[in-house]
Every structure is written in structure tokens, then in C-alpha cells.
């Protein structure tokens, strides 16, 4: 039994006597007890002289907690050993030592905690990093490749021009076209943003921005303002000036500002040798009889004319000779192509009223079409990334193909997902009859989701890019944006620059009856929620009088358990100043509408109500505060996706826009400029509207206080502080 005793003093770390030390030594076995082993038997180290000597209180506890490690412990220096008689010696040892089991033997222990001292650190508490975003979340623009790199093949493009030796096109550009592109840019990437200049830019043109600009800048290249102006009729010098204007506002800086007509001659030369070579023929047949054929992939009659009569008949185009809708020059593709997009697309067409060009004047009676014009010019420009939006996709194998058929270098393009946004359109075609038939007042019109619509609403440029940035740039078509999603990055932006400030929009008299009319107490009230006391800049003053305006929502007669505010008997707090009690209310004559509140102030400050309340004194005795203007703009539409609908305008939202012509403001407010920002408090941001004057304010509300956006399975708050955040 020498190996029992070995193994069981060194689970309790107590050799019975110094013979049994000598065994140890003598059988090779070494004390490697752990000291957590030695702390889970600690109530067991109760010792005689001579053996072991269990206390009473605990007999088979510790054993209980701890038979599997001895059991183990003893296998381990007995590998050999029959583990059934294992156990039955130790059981008769410990029947030895400790005798029967009692009753109180057989309760199972309960563990004891241990108490840990209290530890004093003077590390700094570090605060929670936030989750660890994706690479694409960093940098967006991984995606794209080098302009070194545009050498593979874009696609393939089957096409009837092709010869046998060459059934389908494989779309990518020669190593002397590459090379001599590379040293043009010197490896730069070259990307452009090509609106047409028919009308006011929307947010949809801002993730384009986004994207073109952003890559150029991310890579150290450069973006072209290139105006796609190949329609005449459309065309304005103002909605030119604007989007010039409307790009740098948004942060960006154009690497050169270009216009499609300032290549018209090159354009024309091109056509001309499209002809020549066989790739593209005039044709006569009207608008109704081309989508006729393209539907039966029928050739045009003209398809095959000679290239010396089409020659002739282009330049007479040239010349005025032929009327508007009598002749179109058509690129001579596939008709049997499945992809519409390869139907012989129209390169040219009459305007013959010679209608002035905004940028060209009139010395053109001809313009070229968008499906010839842009890729053409994506290659005179050298771009190295030719990026849009999904719905030019299949439109790709038109481009590819008439570039090959120049022999011109070819871009990388790549496609995104469109911008859609609920409540609210973003055709052109439809925000230009929303504005000319006055549904809305003009294109800047805060309601709308013009970039200028938003800049006067008081959305700012930086919030609008961290909302492109925060969608992506994805090919996810099916998708439509939450409006709340947008307002999401405004109020995180403004919650940290707008300053604080009290407005009340539907006023109500307070009298304060234990403070002496005409007196005024100047108190200190925080523009920001975490103002520091020894920063005057961070303070505002108000004045205290015996009259103060509440808002008329801010009072009931019937109290409640969930209401804060004003009630008969009741207590509240003005916000930065007193607590105020309701002693008397003043009816109209029909006993029912709330005239007046009279209230008694606590001077003291010992009263503690919950609720606190937003209020606006009179500036003296009988002279009624800052009166301002505020419009509280919503949706525009009630539908979520109203573009999709027929009678798209029968769900404009009547409650879009609410004037509030005479609201009570304090006073510092009287020296607010146009465009400034503001909180205001327990209402919403703001922004100061154009149509301000000295003698009256105006101002926009931007977005409210409390709304939140599902991203990714959790919700997304922002300022949601629907009383205070300080």
C-alpha cells in the first residue's frame, strides 16, 4: 500500500512521516503538485504528527469535489494497474481514514465563492474599439483594377461585321494601344463624371461623384467635368453653371472641365470613317418602323446601300440638305444579336432647325447620338476607368464593339447599382415636371432630392458623401435606400457642429406671478451638451422675465404617470433656468381653449421635477420675443416607391411642408446668417432659409431629432435625445 500513501499525500501536499518521504524518493516519484491542486485540498492539510488527521466538520468534501483527479493522479505513476482495483483500495483507504459515510456524507457540497480583494489600479479605463471594418469598408476603390492591367479581355461581343476568321469579338486592348495609351497618361487613372446639362443634379449624381471622383483621388489621378451636350433642345447654360457650381460644393475638384461638342469635328471624321469602312449606313426609315424590325430583327432595306451613297447622304445631313426625321446614320451591328443594345443603334440624327447649341452655337445641324458619342470620347480622353450605372450594362457590348471597329483604345468599365431612395423621385424627366408644373418651388426646393434641393434644406456636402460612402459601391440593382438612412449621416454630422439654441413653434404665455414684471435675469445656456464651465464661447445668453412662452403641446389640464410636461398643480423645469409650478389657467370664452398659464417659479431650485421643457422669455415688459419663421419640411411622397407608379402624383404628401409664420426665438438668434445651422432644442435641426430678411428669419427644419435605420440586422441611432443631451 506504499504507492497509496504516496500518491494521496501528494494530492494533499503532506507526507504522512519521513518513511513515507523515503519511499517516495526511493520509487522515483516526484512532487509536481500544482498549487491549484494544493488550494482545492487546502481544507485537508490538517496534520499530526505522525499520519493524517481529516477535521470532522469536512470528512469526504474535498474528496468528493476531487475523486477524478485522484484517481487519475494514481493511474498515472500505476499505468499497469487494474483500474477496477484501483479504486477499491483507494475506497478502502479512505474507509480507513474516515470511516462510514454518514448521511451529511452523501449531501452534495455546495461551492464555496471566495471573496476577491478589492484591487486598486490607476491604469487608465480603455474604452471599447469599434468593430473592425473590411478592407472595401476602408478603401472602396480596391475593387478597380490598375491601368497597367487593362490588357485582359472586357468581354465578348458577337457581331455580322466580324470576319470567319474572326466569329467573336473578345473586347481588350493591343499591347501598342495600351502602351501608347500609358504613356499619354503617364499610368495614371483617369476616370470622368459626363452629366447632360438638362437640369438640376440629384443625390443619385452624388454616389457618381462619389465614385468617379473618389477613385481618382484615392489612386492620385484625376477626374473630367465633361458635360455630355449632344442635345440641343435640352440643353441650358443655367443648368451648366449649376452643375459646375454644385461639383466643388460637393468637395470635388474637376482635372479638367470638358464638353462632348468641344469634339464634334472629331466625332464627325470618325463617323465618316465608320462608313468607309462598312460599319455603319444612313437609313430613312422612321422612328416607328425601326423599333418594328429591331422587334423581328429585320435588317433596314437601306442596310446594304453602297458606301459611296452613304457617304454622300451623311455629308448632306451635314449640310441641311435633308429634313429633321428623313435620314439617321446606324451603325451597322447585329440584328440577330440577343442583346437589344446591338440593333443597329442610331449614331446620328437631324436637328435641321439648326437649334444654337449652348456651347457649340449653331454651326452643327447634326449631333451624335449617346451610344456613339461616349465611348469615343472615353478613348480621345484617354479615361482608364469608364464607371456607371447598372442600367447601361448591356449597352457595354455596343461600346466595346464600335470602339474594336475604330481601332481606338478600349477602357476598363465596370457598372454600379443605381441611387433610389423611398418617398421621393429621381427621373429627370419627373423632377422637371414637378418643378414646371409648380408641385414644388423649383429645383432647390428642400423637399426635393436635387443636390440644391438639399444645400438649402441645410443637408451638408460632407454628410451626403459619408452616406455614398457608407452604401458602397455595389451591383446590387434590387435594392431601394431608406430616406431614414440619409438622415441618419446628417444628424450624425450635426449633432456634433450645430450648436444648441430654444425655439417655440406653437406659443404658449406663461405669467410668472412671484417674479416682479420688468425685471430680467440673464442666465447661461449651453450650446453644446458637454459646454465647459470656464469656456464662455461654449454659452449663450437668455434672458428670464415674468412672461415666458412654452410650447401650447406642452400643457394639459388631465395629468398622467408618462407625461412630463405642464399640468394644473404640477411642476416642471425651464431648461437652464427654474423650476415653474401651474397655479391658475385662463380660459377663452368658449371655456375651453388655453389662453394663458399663470405659474409661481422656485428661486431656490429645490424643487426636482422630471420633466424639462424648451421656452422662450419676453424680451421686457410687454415686448414679445424674436418672431421667426419655420418650415418643417417631411416627405414628399406618402408612397415608398412612387416613381414605379402610374399616378405617381396623385401620393404627393399634402403635409410636406408646413409654414409656421410666427415663431418665438430667443434672441441671439437675430444675427443668424444664411445657411447657418442650429439645434433646436426638443425639435430638430435647422438651417436659416435664403428668403430670410433683416426684418424676419426663415428657417428650414433639416431632419428631426429621434429616428434610427436597420443596417445589417441592428438598428442605427443617432442624436435620439428626444428631451436633452446634456
Known amino acids: 500500500m506504499e504507492w497509496w500513501n504516496i500518491s494521496y499525500q501528494q494530492r ?6 519521513k518513511q513515507d518521504d523515503e519511499v517516495c524518493k526511493t520509487k522515483g516519484i516526484e512532487d509536481n503538485q500544482t ?60 474507509y480507513e481514514l474516515l470511516g462510514e459515510k454518514t448521511a451529511a456524507d452523501e449531501e452534495k457540497p455546495v461551492k464555496k465563492k471566495k471573496e476577491k ?133 460637393m468637395g470635388w475638384e474637376p482635372f479638367k472641365i470638358t464638353y462632348t461638342s468641344n469634339y464634334f469635328q472629331e466625332l464627325h471624321d470618325l463617323a465618316v470613317e465608320l462608313i468607309r469602312r462598312g460599319h455603319a449606313y444612313v437609313d430613312h426609315q422612321t422612328p416607328d418602323e425601326i423599333k418594328e424590325y429591331r422587334e423581328k430583327k429585320m435588317n433596314s432595306p437601306w442596310r446594304d446601300r453602297p458606301i459611296a451613297e452613304s457617304l454622300k447622304l451623311f455629308d448632306d445631313m451635314k449640310r441641311g440638305m435633308i429634313e429633321e426625321g428623313k435620314a439617321t446614320l446606324r451603325l451597322k451591328q447585329d440584328m440577330q444579336s440577343d442583346n437589344y443594345n446591338m440593333y443597329d443603334l442610331i449614331a446620328y440624327r437631324i436637328k435641321a432647325s439648326f437649334t444654337p447649341h449652348p456651347h457649340a452655337g449653331d454651326k452643327w445641324c447634326i449631333y451624335p447620338s449617346y451610344d456613339f458619342s461616349h465611348c469615343i470620347v472615353d478613348s480621345l480622353e484617354n479615361i482608364t476607368h469608364s464607371l456607371c450605372t447598372l442600367e447601361f450594362e448591356t449597352r457595354r457590348a455596343s461600346y466595346y464593339w464600335l470602339l474594336d471597329a475604330l481601332g481606338l483604345y478600349q477602357p476598363f468599365v465596370w457598372e454600379y447599382s443605381r441611387l433610389n431612395i423611398t418617398n421621393t423621385v429621381m427621373s429627370k424627366r419627373k423632377l422637371n415636371r414637378l418643378v414646371t408644373e409648380n408641385w414644388v418651388d423649383g429645383w432647390d426646393d428642400p423637399r426635393l432630392m436635387t443636390l440644391a434641393g438639399l444645400r438649402r434644406r441645410g443637408v451638408t456636402s460632407t454628410s451626403i458623401n459619408a452616406f455614398a460612402r457608407g452604401i458602397g459601391i455595389t451591383r446590387s440593382d434590387s435594392s431601394i435606400i431608406q430616406l431614414e438612412r440619409l438622415e441618419y449621416h446628417v444628424r450624425e454630422e450635426l449633432n456634433k457642429t450645430a450648436p444648441r439654441t430654444m425655439v417655440v413653434l406653437s406659443p404658449l404665455k406663461v405669467v410668472i406671478t412671484n417674479l416682479e414684471a420688468g425685471s430680467v435675469m ?76 399663470r405659474a409661481e417659479y422656485d428661486p431656490s431650485k429645490k424643487t426636482k421635477p422630471k420633466g424639462v421643457l424648451h421656452w422662450v422669455a419676453a424680451q421686457s415688459d410687454g415686448v414679445d420675443p424674436l418672431k421667426v419663421e419655420v418650415r418643417l419640411f417631411d416627405k414628399l411622397f406618402l408612397k415608398e416607391n412612387p416613381g414605379e407608379l402610374d399616378d405617381w402624383l396623385a401620393h404627393l404628401n399634402p403635409n410636406s411642408k408646413i409654414v409656421v409664420p410666427a415663431a418665438y426665438a430667443v434672441s441671439s438668434l437675430h444675427n443668424a446668417a444664411v445657411g447657418d445651422r442650429f439645434q433646436f432644442e426638443r425639435l430638430g435641426y435647422f438651417a436659416v432659409d435664403k428668403d430670410s430678411t433683416p426684418e424676419k428669419l426663415v428657417f428650414n427644419r433639416i431632419v428631426t431629432l429621434r429616428e434610427s435605420y436597420v443596417k445589417g440586422g441592428r438598428i442605427c441611432r443617432a442624436d435620439i435625445s428626444a428631451n436633452y443631451d446634456g
Open 117 to 249: 480583494p478589492v484591487k486598486i489600479e490607476n491604469k487608465p479605463v480603455e474604452a471599447t474599439p469599434p468593430p473592425k471594418q473590411s478592407e472595401e469598408e476602408l478603401n472602396p476603390y480596391l475593387i478597380f483594377p490598375s491601368p497597367e492591367e487593362n490588357f485582359k479581355v472586357h468581354g465578348s461581343v458577337a457581331s455580322s461585321y466580324l470576319d470567319l476568321d474572326r466569329p467573336v469579338l473578345r473586347a481588350c486592348n493591343s499591347k501598342e494601344l495600351l502602351e501608347k495609351h500609358l504613356k499619354v497618361t503617364g499610368g495614371k487613372v483617369l476616370t470622368r463624371f459626363p452629366p447632360e446639362p438638362n437640369g438640376y443634379l440629384h443625390i443619385g449624381h452624388a454616389k457618381a461623384m462619389f465614385v468617379d471622383f473618389g477613385l481618382a483621388k484615392e489612386r492620385g489621378g484625376g477626374c473630367y467635368l465633361r458635360y455630355d451636350d449632344t442635345n440641343p433642345e435640352a440643353e441650358k447654360k443655367e443648368y451648366i453653371d449649376h452643375i459646375e457650381e454644385i461639383v466643388r460644393w
Open 522 to 597: 440673464d442666465l447661461d445656456a449651453k450650446k453644446w451638451p458637454d459646454a465647459q464651465t470656464d469656456d464662455s464661447s461654449s454659452f449663450y445668453k437668455v434672458p428670464f422675465t415674468n412672461v415666458v412662452y412654452i410650447e401650447q403641446t406642452d400643457f394639459r389640464m388631465k395629468d398622467s404617470k408618462d407625461y412630463y410636461g405642464l399640468a394644473p398643480g404640477k411642476s416642471v423645469l425651464l431648461r437652464y433656468a427654474f423650476p415653474i409650478k401651474c397655479t391658475e389657467v385662463i380660459f377663452g370664452d368658449d371655456k375651453e381653449t388655453v389662453l394663458e398659464i
Open 12 to 17: 494533499v501536499r503532506n507526507p504522512i512521516n
Open 35 to 94: 498549487k491549484e491542486d494544493a488550494t482545492r485540498l487546502q481544507n485537508m492539510e490538517s496534520c499530526q504528527t505522525k499520519g493524517y488527521s481529516l477535521t470532522i466538520e469536512e470528512r469526504y468534501e474535498p474528496l468528493q469535489l476531487n475523486f477524478g483527479e485522484l484517481f487519475a493522479h494514481v493511474r498515472k505513476r500505476q499505468p499497469w494497474a487494474d483500474p477496477k482495483i484501483v479504486k477499491k483500495l483507494i475506497d478502502a483507504k479512505l
